[in-house]
């Protein structure tokens, strides 16, 4: 009988598998790690990663004895890096095996390609921006008003629920800079 | 006689699930049955407050494994009711074929266990075969075979991949022409009739006395009491299928498959399904700060074995602030085993929680 583990069926093209994460752009907001629903996914510091301003140079390390495959990390992926592959058996006699961090290579670097992926309908962020009221043109032309009329309560609440509070931004400010991705 | 105490479960092969009932025999006859639940309690509605509405998706399939997605709908409708958003038609349908493709998913396991309890194992054989075919494509829809999070809040995750309806359609007709085979196999079969009929009477009486719904209720009753039919939710009020009752209710009468329902259902959906989106958010932000507004709600749906509902009540915070879920096999599981098993013979213990429908992680949510 052949080993299943030599040669493993390959999941559909929307399978939950193990997870690539592309290092270049994964700027290790930790947003993963804060919808995991089983807890399973930790953010540690990588020396040979360098740290610009709006990046840090943390990335996911997945524990698979606890992921439950429910994908939410790929759905609310600031940047898209997270993904899942097709690939969905992995044997080890070492329990530190499954404690993985995932790099652009697949767990058994099979090469069956992406499964899982982030599409429209699945998109857990919401990038659309709340827009601040601006007084009319014939209002301006008549007074010294102030133009922008602000955030209302209620705008300021669904501006700031946008936000995923990766704290970047406010690193960055330490440097001089503003770099929030998301606008 | 002499009182011997026999256990069944949770290490049995006629025990659906993490639990175990303690039987009092004296000679053949059950004297008194106790069912010890807690083997799977993780505590389901506790931790579903202490997540917020998103992240549920992950623990809610987990409270029935034969049959996960009563639970995801439950949660959606009732999350949709209480944010008062209208989903996209197409996710409705969507719904529809996937509480029908789950619905056959565990009629094909019940039949499984009932071969295991008759000892006619080419039953369970065949229909995990069958099983295994819907999986792979729940495997293709949703990305998993079980738990397959796939109805969210809002509609449904993604749309049904390209080539799925043809796969669905060959599977279904490549079933549909083996029925009359399993009929025969199982119900035309003298070892399963004998076994079966008149065995394990489920009266109106202990109908209305435990609270048992779906199979049990309409074939004891004759009453044709269908969440489907009666509150319709997704889009079932625009199809059509017959809600099959009885008179009198053995074990066999609540056996017969009413897979075909579920397969025309299913043609019928997805002739009908109109094109467009597939998910809604269910309110602004990004899925960590997802608010549901304050109040409370029922919702029900028609599982495999009953009406299934979810009470969710939300503060207008993040985190649901309690959830109660109507386990559909909760009455007979429970209750129904202490107060109706007794009387039965032990080797029918069994086939009587197979074909009473109990599910224990409905007992231990």
Same mark, same amino acid.
């Given at each position: 009988?052949?080993?299943?583990?030599?040669?493993?069926?390959?999941?559909?093209?929307?399978?939950?598998?193990?997870? *690539?994460?592309?290092?270049?752009?994964?700027?290790?907001?930790?947003?993963?790690?804060?919808?995991?629903?089983?807890?399973a996914?930790?953010?540690?510091?990588?020396?040979?990663?360098?740290?610009?301003?709006?990046?840090?140079?943390?990335r996911?390390?997945?524990?698979?004895?606890?992921?439950?495959?429910?994908?939410?990390? *790929?759905?609310?992926?600031?940047?898209?890096?997270?993904?899942?592959t097709?690939e969905?058996l992995?044997?080890?006699?070492?329990?530190?095996y499954?404690?993985?961090?995932?790099?652009?290579?697949?767990?058994?670097?099979?090469?069956?390609?992406?499964?899982y992926?982030?599409?429209?309908?699945?998109?857990?962020?919401?990038?659309?921006?709340?827009?601040m009221?601006?007084?009319? *043109?014939?209002?301006?032309?008549?007074?010294?008003?102030?133009?922008?009329?602000?955030?209302?309560?209620?705008?300021?609440?669904?501006?700031?629920?946008?936000? *995923?509070?990766?704290?970047?931004?406010?690193?960055?400010?330490?440097?001089?800079?503003?770099?929030?991705?998301?606008? | 006689?002499?009182?011997?105490?026999?256990?069944?479960?949770?290490?049995?092969?006629?025990?659906?699930?993490?639990?175990?009932?303690?039987?009092?025999?004296?000679?053949?006859?059950? !004297?008194?049955?106790r069912?010890i639940?807690?083997?799977?309690?993780?505590?389901?509605? !506790?931790?579903?407050?202490?997540?917020n509405?998103?992240?549920?998706?992950?623990?809610?399939?987990?409270?029935?494994?034969?049959?996960?997605?009563?639970?995801?709908?439950?949660?959606?409708?009732?999350?949709?009711?209480?944010a008062?958003?209208?989903?996209?038609?197409?996710?409705?349908?969507?719904?529809?074929?996937i509480?029908?493709?789950?619905?056959?998913?565990?009629?094909?396991?019940?039949?499984?266990?009932?071969?295991?309890?008759?000892?006619?194992?080419?039953?369970?054989?065949?229909?995990?075969?069958?099983?295994?075919?819907?999986?792979?494509?729940?495997?293709?829809?949703?990305?998993?075979?079980?738990?397959?999070?796939?109805?969210?809040?809002?509609?449904?995750?993604?749309?049904?991949?390209?080539?799925?309806? !043809?796969?669905?359609?060959?599977?279904?007709?490549?079933?549909?022409?083996?029925?009359?085979?399993?009929?025969?196999?199982?119900?035309?079969?003298?070892?399963?009739?004998?076994?079966?009929?008149?065995?394990?009477?489920?009266?109106?009486?202990?109908?209305?006395?435990?609270?048992?719904?779906?199979?049990?209720?309409?074939?004891?009753?004759?009453?044709?009491?269908?969440?489907?039919?009666?509150?319709?939710?997704?889009?079932?009020?625009?199809?059509?299928?017959?809600?099959?009752?009885?008179?009198?209710?053995?074990?066999?009468?609540?056996?017969?498959?009413?897979?075909?329902?579920?397969?025309?259902i299913i043609?019928?959906?997805l002739?009908?399904?109109?094109?467009?989106?597939?998910?809604?958010?269910?309110?602004?932000?990004?899925?960590?700060?997802?608010?549901?507004?304050?109040?409370?709600?029922?919702?029900?749906?028609?599982?495999?074995? #009953?009406?299934?509902?979810?009470?969710?009540?939300?503060?207008? !915070?993040?985190?649901?602030?309690?959830?109660?879920?109507r386990?559909?096999?909760?009455?007979?599981?429970?209750? #129904?085993?202490?107060?109706?098993?007794?009387?039965?013979?032990?080797?029918?213990?069994?086939?009587?929680?197979?074909?009473?429908?109990?599910?224990?992680?409905?007992?231990?949510?």
């Amino acid at each position: 009988m052949e080993d299943i583990l030599d040669s493993p069926r390959v999941g559909p093209e929307n399978s939950r598998g193990y997870h *690539v994460n592309d290092w270049e752009s994964c700027i290790g907001c930790g947003t993963c790690s804060e919808i995991c629903p089983a807890n399973a996914i930790t953010m540690v510091e990588r020396d040979d990663v360098e740290e610009k301003a709006g990046t840090r140079n943390e990335r996911p390390v997945i524990d698979y004895g606890r992921c439950c495959y429910c994908a939410l990390c *790929v759905d609310i992926c600031t940047t898209g890096s997270l993904n899942m592959t097709r690939e969905y058996l992995c044997n080890s006699d070492d329990p530190e095996y499954f404690y993985r961090m995932p790099t652009a290579e697949s767990i058994n670097n099979e090469g069956t390609g992406l499964g899982y992926q982030k599409t429209e309908s699945s998109d857990l962020l919401d990038l659309e921006r709340a827009n601040m009221k601006h007084e009319a *043109v014939e209002e301006r032309k008549a007074s010294f008003m102030e133009i922008v009329r602000g955030y209302s309560r209620d705008q300021a609440l669904v501006e700031a629920s946008r936000c *995923v509070e990766c704290g970047l931004c406010s690193e960055a400010t330490q440097y001089g800079e503003t770099t929030c991705r998301k606008d | 006689m002499k009182e011997v105490k026999l256990f069944l479960g949770p290490q049995h092969p006629g025990m659906h699930g993490n639990a175990s009932v303690h039987l009092y025999v004296e000679g053949d006859t059950v !004297k008194k049955a106790r069912m010890i639940p807690g083997m799977l309690h993780r505590g389901f509605e !506790k931790s579903m407050e202490n997540r917020n509405w998103i992240n549920n998706i992950g623990l809610i399939p987990r409270v029935c494994v034969a049959e996960p997605d009563p639970n995801e709908m439950v949660f959606a409708m009732g999350v949709e009711t209480l944010a008062g958003i209208d989903i996209p038609e197409r996710a409705h349908y969507i719904r529809m074929v996937i509480m029908e493709m789950t619905r056959i998913l565990a009629h094909t396991l019940s039949l499984s266990g009932l071969g295991s309890a008759t000892g006619l194992y080419t039953i369970g054989q065949w229909m995990q075969a069958d099983r295994n075919t819907i999986m792979e494509i729940f495997e293709v829809i949703t990305g998993h075979r079980i738990y397959h999070m796939y109805i969210v809040p809002g509609g449904v995750r993604k749309d049904l991949p390209a080539g799925v309806y !043809k796969r669905l359609l060959d599977f279904m007709k490549d079933f549909e022409s083996r029925l009359p085979e399993y009929e025969d196999l199982i119900f035309h079969n003298p070892t399963i009739r004998n076994r079966l009929i008149d065995t394990i009477v489920l009266t109106e009486d202990m109908v209305w006395d435990l609270g048992v719904t779906g199979i049990g209720m309409r074939s004891a009753t004759g009453r044709p009491y269908d969440v489907r039919k009666i509150t319709p939710y997704a889009r079932y009020d625009k199809v059509e299928f017959h809600v099959p009752i009885e008179s009198y209710s053995d074990a066999y009468t609540r056996s017969i498959f009413k897979i075909r329902e579920s397969i025309g259902i299913i043609r019928q959906a997805l002739d009908m399904m109109p094109e467009g989106k597939v998910r809604v958010p269910i309110s602004r932000g990004n899925a960590l700060k997802y608010m549901v507004p304050e109040g409370q709600t029922y919702s029900a749906i028609e599982s495999s074995r #009953g009406e299934f509902g979810y009470y969710m009540v939300s503060d207008g !915070k993040t985190n649901p602030y309690r959830i109660n879920v109507r386990g559909a096999s909760y009455p007979q599981g429970l209750l #129904g085993v202490e107060k109706y098993m007794p009387g039965t013979r032990f080797e029918d213990a069994a086939l009587w929680l197979d074909t009473m429908g109990v599910c224990v992680p409905e007992i231990d949510r």
